[in-house]
């Protein structure tokens, strides 16, 4: 490199390196405002007209909206998503939490465990459905293999009970996420000055106390995170009802994610499925503003 | 737990964490075990036994058939994975180099538009981009889909090298453009070198991303072009005929190994993934 480019600013180079980033960044940015924004305005649009097999452009209000809430699926989709997102996001916390502290007591071996417990994360939440369908077989499944150890009146027959399924939805989920939360964690309170433990140690403060009035208190931005991560996976799960359930028994342990998919792509009601679309995108944001808003408030406090 | 010994409450509490942390372990491995003994039973044997049992004859025949219905998607999985984490994965390079080290007016609010992007429902995009892959002439193609997973994957990558980026000091690259070396002789002989880290990082999150994809794949994919992930579902939820579990667990296996062997050679980089792209997203 010479540097006799710098004496000559104004030469062909230098305007081509003034653009070159632009340049770079332009396709990007067309994508990012065609294919996020300008689809997501496309759906939303969608959601107005009455739609079904093809897109048609006539526009009927909110009708799609008032149809989507005299839908009885709607509904049990959206009970199911707060039972299944609740209990999702509050045992995955509470399973992390607890692995991550208990990890934390120079523990031997602890790479190996890390290693286990982390591992669902990297299946796809197809072969996760596959492996827990096996298991919650009822009849073949957990509720054989503990029949056969002596546990003679077990019954584990949830995948099929129209009022339980969901349950195994959570425990999936819970199995393929609850690792990560302990990751989190973990890398959450190596970062904790050791020095304050200590000093609680000598105040006579017994651990279990110290965790919990002193340590996890100081992880708060962790745990908001871990909250926002798990409720995202929550809403934004298909693949596990699709392995797992397809939806079923009948219809009750239908997502909103599921439902959007079967009325969009397998029953011609696209009007309706964008509805349902936006109405996720919603909660989506009902749960990202708040957490980015108090995000900001804090860096700006710093 | 004699080492421990300079502890003076070794001895109950810490059995008791060492008994819950070994139970997790257990319940953590048994679907993968589960998965293992039934892909390796026979037909007859699943029924008889129970899911821990051992086999009674350890077969294969249930990975010979697996892999025989799968094989193709298999291969349409490596199709779509390959080029679409390594495309994504260079754009998001340079995106963050010029998004961390050439700001101009308007990248920073661009950065944030893009932010959004990690946390996008992909069900408001799928629609209009069906159709758009339709014009294209891309419907239902292999090509379609690694189109697909370079935009919607962008944000990410983008995510991850700019806030790699940002903590590069400015004055290695100011240096370096005083001496005249131009925007990507930068990023060619400064930049890239020092980035073998964040691209494991970002190759590994975009890899377990797009390999284990199911959504896009059941919508923008028919037939011949399915990725693995559809056609395991397909195989396990197909109500025809008798269930082969063996077969079933084996498909799930294959479906499981790419991702699982990354996670095994390369955990590091995928926990950093894991919690960079999350931390931050």
Redesign the interface.
């Known amino acids: ?6 004496f000559s600013k104004a030469s062909p ?1 230098d305007a081509l ?1 003034r653009w ?3 340049l ?2 332009a ?3 067309f ?3 065609v ?6 305005l ?2 939303f649009v ?1 959601s107005f007209t009455n739609s079904t097999f093809l ?1 048609t452009y006539k526009f009927v209000g909110l009708a799609q909206y008032a149809r989507l809430f005299d839908n009885d699926r709607w509904w049990v989709a959206s009970k199911n998503l707060a039972v299944f997102g609740g209990m999702f996001i509050g045992i995955s916390l509470v ?1 992390g939490v ?2 991550a502290v ?2 934390d ?3 031997r071996r602890e790479g190996f ?1 890390r ?14 459905g ?6 919650l077989n009822p009849g ?3 509720d ?2 503990l029949r ?1 150890w002596g546990w003679e009146g077990f019954r584990l027959d949830w995948l099929i009970d129209p009022d339980r399924v969901v349950y195994c939805l959570v425990i999936a989920a819970v ?1 393929q996420a609850s ?2 939360i302990m ?2 964690f973990l ?1 959450g309170l190596r970062g904790v000055d050791q020095s304050i433990i200590r000093a609680a140690q000598i105040d006579g403060a017994s ?1 279990p106390k110290i965790y919990w009035k002193v340590v996890l208190p100081s992880l708060r931005p ?1 745990f908001f ?1 871990s909250v926002m ?1 798990l409720a ?1 996976i929550a ?2 799960s ?2 596990l009802v ?2 797992m359930t ?1 939806g079923g028994p009948g219809y009750s342990s239908d997502l909103p ?1 599921m439902f ?2 079967s009325f ?2 397998s029953r011609g009601q ?1 009007g309706m ?2 509805a ?3 109405l ?2 919603g909660a ?1 944001l009902a749960i ?1 503003v708040p957490y980015l808003y108090s995000e900001l408030r804090t860096k700006r406090n710093d | 737990m004699t080492s421990l010994a300079a502890k003076p409450s070794i001895s109950l509490s810490r059995i008791a964490i060492y008994a819950v942390l070994i139970g997790a372990v257990l319940i953590y491995l048994v679907p993968l075990v589960v998965m293992l003994l039934t892909s390796f039973k026979s037909p007859e044997d699943i029924g008889t036994g129970n899911l821990l049992s051992w086999p009674t004859e350890v077969t294969a025949i249930g990975w010979v058939k697996a892999w025989a219905t799968v094989k193709g998607y298999f291969l349409n999985s490596i199709l779509i994975t390959v080029p679409a984490v390594l495309i994504s994965t260079a754009i998001g390079a340079l995106n963050g180099y010029v998004l961390s080290m050439w700001r101009f007016r308007g990248s920073q609010m661009f950065f944030g538009l893009l932010l959004f992007g990690c946390f996008l429902p992909f069900q408001t995009v799928l629609l209009p981009a069906s159709f758009t892959l339709g014009k294209m002439g891309l419907a239902s193609t292999t090509t379609g889909l690694v189109f697909i997973h370079v935009v919607y994957g962008l944000a990410f990558t983008t995510l991850f090298f700019r806030n790699y980026y940002v903590s590069i000091p400015d004055a290695l690259v100011k240096a370096a453009r005083l001496d005249g070396a131009g925007f990507f002789t930068i990023f060619r002989r400064i930049i890239l070198p020092m980035s073998t880290p964040i691209i494991m990082v970002c190759l590994i999150w975009q890899f377990t991303q797009i390999w284990n994809d199911f959504l896009f794949g059941v919508v923008f994919s028919s037939g011949d072009s399915q990725p693995i992930t559809v056609a395991l579902n397909n195989l396990v939820n197909t109500s025809t005929g008798v269930k082969e579990y063996n077969v079933d667990m084996a498909a799930a296996m294959i479906a499981g190994l790419p991702t699982l062997l990354v996670y095994v050679v390369a955990g590091k980089y995928f926990v950093r993934g894991l919690t960079a792209g999350a931390v931050k997203g």
């Open positions: 490199m010479s540097s006799v480019a710098v180079f390196q070159l980033p632009k770079v960044l396709p990007s940015m994508i990012v405002l294919g996020f924004y300008g689809y997501i496309w759906t969608l897109p399973v607890l692995l208990f990890l007591q120079r523990i465990i290693t286990v417990y982390l591992y669902p994360m990297a299946l796809s939440m197809i072969v996760t596959t492996a827990w369908k096996w298991l073949m499944g957990l054989k293999l056969d199995w690792g990560f990751a989190m890398a651990m962790v995170s991560i995202h809403i934004k298909f693949d699709a392995a397809a994610a959007m998919y969009t792509f696209m499925g964008s349902s679309a936006i996720m995108l989506i990202l």
